[in-house]
């Protein structure tokens, strides 16, 4: 089973860069069919898909982030890393890596293989 870990600061302040890295094992983030997933949960809020990552350069981010997400693999690491720029306090969430076996653009628990244990990041001034 893939295991999943999420690493970051946990507090930033507006207009800021956020970065999320999370650190993959019993598994390889090179492993060409696997997804890596960024999903992120609001206070009083549901699920929402941040991003997603294949090894071989493939990206795709929710549209409602517009050009601020960006992310990137470490292959001796075996991490991969998300970035959302110009974070304002709407970012403030719980956020979640994930591993799934195709593109998926959902928020539904089912869909994901394995999950991180999510961290807290919060946006204040």
């Known amino acids: 089973q893939v295991q999943l870990q999420e690493s970051g600061p946990g507090l930033g302040k507006p207009s800021q860069t956020l970065s999320r890295t999370c650190t993959v094992s019993?598994?390889?983030?090179?492993?060409?069919?696997?997804?890596w997933n960024w999903i992120r949960q609001p206070p009083g809020k549901g699920l929402e898909w941040v991003g997603a990552i294949r090894y071989s350069g493939s990206i795709s981010y929710s549209p409602s982030l517009k050009s601020r997400p960006s992310s990137s693999t470490d292959t001796p690491q075996n991490q991969f890393t998300l970035r959302l720029a110009s974070v304002t306090p709407a970012d403030t969430a719980v956020y979640y890596c994930a591993r799934s076996n195709a593109l998926k653009t959902t928020s539904s628990v089912r869909d994901y293989n394995d999950w991180g244990q999510g961290t807290q990041v919060t946006v204040s001034s």
């Open positions: 019993g598994g390889s983030i090179t492993t060409n069919y696997y997804y």
